[in-house]
Nanobody
Framework: QVQLVESGGGLVQAGGSLRLSCAPS??????MGWFRQAPGKERQFITR????????VYADSVKGRFTISKDNAKNTVYLQMNDLKVEDTAVYYC????????????WGQGTQVTVSS
């Protein structure tokens, strides 16, 4: 089992920045990432990071604006979001899988990000 605790989020004006954090506990994830879900829309993949080598993947919609990183000492994954747009407004979810899982299995509680114009 992996437990994920998220922090960060909030209200920011368009063009601003926010940073989300996600701290896993329990089993060590092999991969962690972030998804988001806007009202009336399906959950959308944003980015992921492989914990062993730091390899990253980004959705086109956030490439160049969002950065995922990890701090091994703090056992925390971050999502730095810059140049935020109104369309980035959503509930953001931390996600994780272990080496035994074929797909994402563990989810954080979600944190609201609201970008105002």
């Amino acid at each position: 089992q992996v437990q994920l605790v998220e922090s960060g989020g909030g209200l920011v004006q368009a063009g601003g920045s926010l940073r989300l954090s996600c701290a896993p506990s329990g089993r060590t994830p092999s991969r962690m990432g972030w998804f988001r879900q806007a009202p009336g829309k399906e959950r959308q993949f944003i980015t992921r990071i492989t914990m062993s080598d730091g390899g990253t993947v980004y959705a086109d919609s956030v490439k160049g604006r969002f950065t995922i990183s990890k701090d091994n000492a703090k056992n925390t994954v971050y999502l730095q979001m810059n140049d935020l747009k109104v369309e980035d407004t959503a509930v953001y979810y931390c996600a994780a899988k272990t080496g035994d899982d074929t797909e994402v299995k563990y989810w954080g509680q979600g944190t609201q990000v609201t970008v105002s114009s």
